[in-house]
C-alpha cells in the first residue's frame, strides 16, 4: 500500500516567518511529487511540483525533495494570512493515480 | 470548457437512493479521475479513466459504486442504495496524462445522505 505522511498541524506560524511544511512517503518508486493548496470548502490547486532531487523555487515557495530518505517539503517564506490552508502532498509512480497525504493545515498569524 | 466542471454542486439525497454525479473535464485532458474527501480528511482515490483504456477500479469502496465516461469526454459517478459514510465532497480531477503531471480539479459535488 503505497502511503503519503503528514503531519496534520495546525502549524501557525508568525506573518512573514518562514513556513515548513514536510512530507514522507512509501513506494521508494515514486517519481513525481506535487504540492496543492485548499482553502476551506475550495477544491485543491496546484502550487508547485518537483521530480528531481534537491530544491525548486517558485516565488515565496521552495519545494525540496530527498529521494533518498523519501522525504519532500515545502517552505513559503515570507508568509502572509492569505497562505493559511490545508497543504496536500501527492506522490506519483509512473501512470498511476496520484496518492495524496491527508495535508498539514497552516495558519499564519497577522 | 476552461476548467473542470461538477454537477450538482450540493446533493442531499435520502438514505437508500441512487445519485448520479456528474464531471466534465478540461477538452483535449485524456485523463479524467475521482477521489473522495471526507470531512476533514485527505483525497480517497476512487477510480480513473485514462482514453479509451479500461477504467482503473480499485479505488471503489464497494459494488454499490460505478462509473462510466463517454470516450474523452464526460464522466458519471453512481452510487447506488446510498449510506450515510457516503456522505463526503466527490471530487473531480482531469490532466493531460496520467503520470507525473498535476491534475486540475473540479469544485467538486457536496453529498449528504440523511
Known amino acids: 500500500q503505497k502511503e503519503v505522511e503528514q503531519n496534520s498541524g495546525p502549524l501557525s506560524v508568525p506573518e512573514g516567518a518562514i513556513a515548513s511544511l514536510n512530507c514522507t512517503y512509501s513506494?521508494?518508486?515514486?517519481?513525481?511529487f506535487f504540492w496543492y493548496r485548499q482553502y476551506s470548502g475550495k477544491s485543491p490547486e496546484l502550487i508547485m511540483f518537483i521530480y528531481s532531487n534537491g530544491d525548486k523555487e517558485d516565488g515565496r515557495f521552495t519545494a525540496q525533495l530527498n529521494k533518498a530518505s523519501q522525504y519532500v517539503s515545502l517552505l513559503i517564506r515570507d508568509s502572509q494570512p492569505s497562505d493559511s490552508a490545508t497543504y496536500l502532498c501527492a506522490v506519483n509512480s509512473g501512470n498511476t493515480p496520484l496518492v495524496f497525504g491527508k495535508g498539514t493545515r497552516l495558519s499564519v498569524i497577522a | 470548457g476552461a476548467g473542470v466542471s461538477q454537477s450538482p454542486s450540493n446533493k442531499v439525497t435520502e438514505k437508500g437512493k441512487d445519485v448520479e454525479l456528474r464531471c466534465d473535464p478540461i477538452s483535449g485532458h485524456t485523463a479524467l479521475y475521482w477521489y473522495r474527501q471526507r470531512l476533514g480528511q485527505g483525497l480517497e482515490f476512487l477510480i480513473y479513466?485514462?482514453?479509451?483504456?479500461?477504467?482503473?477500479k480499485s479505488g471503489l469502496p464497494s459494488d454499490r459504486f460505478s462509473a462510466e465516461r463517454t470516450g474523452e469526454s464526460v464522466s458519471t459517478l453512481t452510487i447506488q442504495r446510498t449510506q450515510q459514510e457516503d456522505s463526503a465532497v466527490y471530487l473531480c480531477a482531469s490532466s493531460l496524462l496520467t503520470g507525473g503531471v498535476g491534475y486540475t480539479f473540479g469544485s467538486g459535488t457536496r453529498l449528504t445522505v440523511v
Open positions: 513506494d521508494r518508486g515514486s517519481q513525481s
Open positions: 479513466f485514462q482514453g479509451n483504456s479500461a477504467p482503473d
